[in-house]
């Protein structure tokens, strides 16, 4: 296994930077690591006809690695340009295009990454106004289009002024750093899903039933259609709470 760190923000020693260490501290022992700060590359698109160095020698290092560390600030309220650029210029390296331009996952297909940024905005103004939602779903596209898998992410709001990590944020990192470092799954959330989905259905079903049970002192719930379409309605309404109410919650970044 190898996990490579890439560090996307003007600063060689900030908070990004320490966040990305934090987790590269807690990678197994038995893991190989590599960090890079992207600014020590001079990135630029690959000229038609013409070689460029720099991109074959981050594609390699790509290559090289099962897991993909980004730690990009967020500036303006989106990915960090450099982080962007990187991605700009990595664009016919990560995809493959067909004849109509389409694009398909390219060679880094079923490697996985997880993403880190951090913010001025408080936690609260960052959980209302998603201040860093822009940099985590611009890495996720590119990485989705690239056919790269997600394993987490950690956001980190509050930073102006902060000069060390809060400990929770490091208790964090630990667990991502011990994550990665074993063999993951090609995708290990899709029996968490069923599982959430069954608990989501089981317990709608049962609410629907005990409103029903109440409302059966009002109207008979005798009848096959009446209990039918109530239950329909109320179980339809809950549901929509619910979905609601889990991707608001589960989009929310503090
Ligand atoms: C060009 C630039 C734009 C920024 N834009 C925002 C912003 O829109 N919202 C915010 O909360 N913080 C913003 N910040 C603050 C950074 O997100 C914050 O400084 C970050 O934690 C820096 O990480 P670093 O120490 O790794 O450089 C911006 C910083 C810079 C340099």
Redesign the pocket.
């Given at each position: 296994m190898k996990i490579l760190g890439i560090l996307a923000?003007?600063?060689r020693n900030?908070?990004?930077?320490q966040l990305l260490a934090e987790v590269m501290k807690n990678v197994n022992e038995s893991c190989e690591q590599e960090t890079i700060f992207l600014e020590d590359y001079k990135i630029t698109p690959r000229k038609r006809g013409e070689k460029n160095l720099v991109l074959e020698e981050l594609s390699e290092k790509l290559m090289q690695a099962d897991v993909w560390v980004f730690a990009a600030?967020?500036?303006?309220?989106e990915l960090s340009g450099v982080l962007k650029n990187f991605f700009d210029c990595m664009r016919p390296k990560f995809v493959y295009f067909k004849q109509n331009g389409d694009t398909i996952p390219g060679p880094f297909k079923n490697k996985h990454y997880l993403s880190l940024t951090?913010?001025?905005?408080s936690k609260t103004e960052n959980f209302i106004t998603g201040?860093t939602d822009e940099s985590f779903k611009t890495i996720d596209r590119v990485m989705s289009t690239a056919g790269v898998i997600k394993v987490g992410e950690i956001v980190?709001p509050g930073?102006f002024g902060m000069k060390e990590l809060p400990e929770n944020k490091k208790k964090i990192c630990k667990k991502y750093g011990e994550k990665i470092s074993n063999k993951i799954r090609k995708d290990d959330s899709t029996l968490k899903r069923y599982i959430q989905l069954f608990f989501m259905i089981a317990i709608m079903a049962l609410l629907t039933m005990g409103i029903q049970a109440g409302l059966g002192s009002v109207v008979s719930m005798n009848n096959f259609w009446i209990n039918y379409v109530s239950f329909t309605i109320i179980f339809f309404i809950l549901l929509a709470i619910i979905l609601h109410f889990v991707t608001f919650m589960k989009h929310r970044r503090r």
């Open positions: 923000s003007h600063q900030g908070i990004n930077a600030p967020t500036y303006w309220r951090s913010c001025y905005a201040v980190l930073t």
